[in-house]
Structure formats: C-alpha cells, structure tokens
C-alpha cells in the first residue's frame, strides 16, 4: 500500500513538474516560437524559422529575398527597386541553411524574382548541423536539414529547461513588476531588426568615445569546427543550378567585416574560399581594409 501512494505521489509531482515547466516556457517564450507579435520581445527570436514560417503560411507579396547572418539585418528591402525584397537575416545564417530555405520556398510555391546572398569569413568554417542543437538557431521543421516532425519541434520548446536567470527575470515581472528593455522585428513586413532610436542617439551624440570604444579592439570569434570549403561551395552550387531551373536572379557578396576580425582571419582558407566560389559565379566582395571597415563610427 505504501509502495502504491508513493508511485501515486511520484507521478503527481511529475505531472505538476511537467506542467510546470510547459507554462514556464509557454509563457517566457524566449525564441518567439509562439508568438505572433514580435513588436516587443525581450530575446531575439529564432528568425530563421519565424520567418519562414511566416512567408510559407501566411499571405505576402514578397518576390524577392535577402540571405545572410545578423551582418546583412541592416540592409533595408525598401530600398531595393527590382522587387519586393524582404530580408530573411538570421542569427550565424549559413550557405546551406539558405539552400535548404529556398528549396523549401520552391517546394511551397513562393514566387522568386530575386536572390541576395551575404557571405561571411565564418560561412565556410561553422557546420550548420550544429544549429540543429541551438534554440535560437533551430531550422523550420519543413526543411530537409531538420529531422523533427511538427508536434516534436514544438515540444522541445515547451520542455526546454529553464535558465536560473530566466525563471529570476520571470518571476520578478510576474511578482515585482519588474520592467526590461525589448527589443523590436519587424517579420511581417521587412523582416529586419530594428535599431532602438535611443541607440542610435548615443552613437550620434558621443562620436568620439563611440570610435574608441574598447569593444572595437576584440575580434569577433565563432565556434568554428574546421575547413568546410568543399561542402559550404557545394551548397552555394546547388543555389546557383536552382537559379537557373526556376530562373530567379542570383546576386552574391562578401559582407565588410570589421578590421579586427579580418585581420584575425585565416587569410589562406579565405582566399582557398573566393578562388573556388569564382569558379562557380561573380560575386561582391566588402571584405578587406577600406574606409568602411577601417571606421569604427560605422
């Protein structure tokens, strides 16, 4: 009998536990998985499968689309005139990600007009599989990189244990009406992040302790796992043949990167990279020392 209550107890308190946790992150949301306004979010969203779901579920008129990491969110759409451009940046976006994206647009019937690739000294040396164990970073349950079903990809967001730090910051708004800044994406009709006013501000109004901002003295560094060359020129191979069979125009360049991190590159890989990638198309390079790069105020 005792053995009997205590199975009965056990089970209770997962329950409670299991539910617990659900309403945790049902409620936090942290990667916007369920959300349908990203006007105000504390965390940034998992854009790269936000936005396709939004442009493979929902009504657009959107033709054409900018690929890249975070370093292409600045580019505005509106100002392209060739097409009705949205800009699917996404965190550490990678060339077999976007291949996989825009077979998955393909495959749903999404008219393309026009492609922009940005590339990065990282594009080549981060395996994308690796996204697949990154929240922030999970492809869309449709696309051929990712294994999940669609009940499996939304459970792993519900279980995911809590951070200490989250469940402090949680409960301190529930509790203490605590406030924390947010920030704002605009997935419905650019797709871009946009930049806090005030933070713009602070660069125009203190120029000068801005350009000497210690920060600006780091390289930024990825958790690279080696040559991929081969593979990330093969994807990009595969995007150029889909330009051609679904007859879509293609244009690829290297993002300006910051003179601290391209003086830390491996220059011999970068270059391995460029020689193989020119094989297959002509591209933009931003990338070297030039008066953009060399400029901390940009």
């Not at 942290?30 to 442009?55: C, G, T």
């Not at 100002?79 to 998955?104: A, F, Q, V």
Request: charge should be neutral; proline fraction near 4%.
């Amino acid at each position: 009998m005792n053995s009997k209550k205590w199975i009965l107890k056990y089970i209770a308190i997962s329950f409670i536990f299991c539910i617990s946790i659900i309403s945790f992150n049902y409620y936090e949301d942290r990667y916007s998985i369920f959300k349908n306004d990203y006007s105000e979010v504390a965390h940034e969203p998992n854009q790269n499968f936000v936005k396709m779901d939004f442009l493979i579920k929902k009504q657009h008129s959107f033709d054409s689309f900018i690929f890249g990491s975070s370093r292409v969110g600045h580019i505005n759409p509106l100002g392209i005139e060739n097409g009705n451009y949205y800009n699917m940046t996404y965190s550490e976006g990678l060339p077999y990600e976007h291949l996989s994206n825009i077979k998955l647009l393909i495959e749903k019937k999404i008219k393309i007009k026009n492609i922009l690739i940005g590339l990065d000294d990282f594009s080549y040396e981060v395996n994308p599989l690796s996204h697949k164990q990154q929240p922030m970073r999970q492809p869309h349950y449709l696309t051929d990189i990712n294994s999940m079903s669609e009940l499996s990809f939304y459970m792993y967001y519900l279980f995911k244990r809590p951070s200490v730090s989250d469940t402090i910051k949680v409960v301190k708004q529930i509790v203490l009406d605590t406030t924390y800044p947010t920030f704002n994406y605009d997935i419905y009709k650019t797709g871009l992040p946009l930049v806090p006013l005030e933070k713009v501000n602070s660069i125009e109004n203190n120029i000068k302790q801005h350009i000497n901002d210690k920060k600006f003295m780091e390289p930024t560094r990825y958790v690279y796992v080696g040559d991929r060359i081969k593979e990330t020129i093969k994807s990009i191979e595969e995007i150029v043949n889909l330009s051609k069979k679904y007859d879509f125009n293609l244009l690829i360049f290297i993002n300006p990167i910051h003179k601290t991190t391209y003086l830390d590159t491996n220059f011999n890989n970068f270059q391995i990279f460029k020689n193989e990638l020119v094989q297959l198309t002509d591209y933009y390079d931003f990338s070297g020392l030039n008066r953009i790069t060399t400029n901390n105020y940009y």
